[in-house]
């Protein structure tokens, strides 16, 4: 999310380079990852975690990219970039860039 206190939805497309299954032990222990998406954008201004005012909807999207760093077949640590780019609102540029680092299980 590009700011606190705030919820979006939509869909999102990625691909991995190169595009080789983690869980087959090809492509080497880092996957690098590039994707972008399109989604409807909750923006509601608040006071000291209360809600103050109208809310809106507004259009945006994403761009993001990453490496995974696989430490077994079915284990990786990941690490994403994230840039939300929404529609203005009342004079607030609700736009943004996420960072996010996490681990991930494949079953």
Known sequence: MPHRDANAI????????????GMSGGGGA????????LGAY?????????????G?????????????FFTSKTFAVKGEARYHVVTNWNGYNPSGLALTIGAKAYF
């Not at 939509?10 to 299954?21: M, S, T």
């Not at 909750?42 to 109208?54: E, K, S, T, V």
């Open 10 to 21: 939509g869909a999102e497309i990625g691909v991995f380079l190169p595009q080789q299954d």
């Open 30 to 37: 880092v996957h690098p990852f590039v994707g972008a998406g």
């Open 42 to 54: 909750f923006l509601q201004h608040r006071d000291n975690g209360q809600d103050a005012g109208d």
């Open 56 to 68: 809106a909807t507004k259009f945006g999207g994403a761009i993001f990219g990453g490496l995974e």
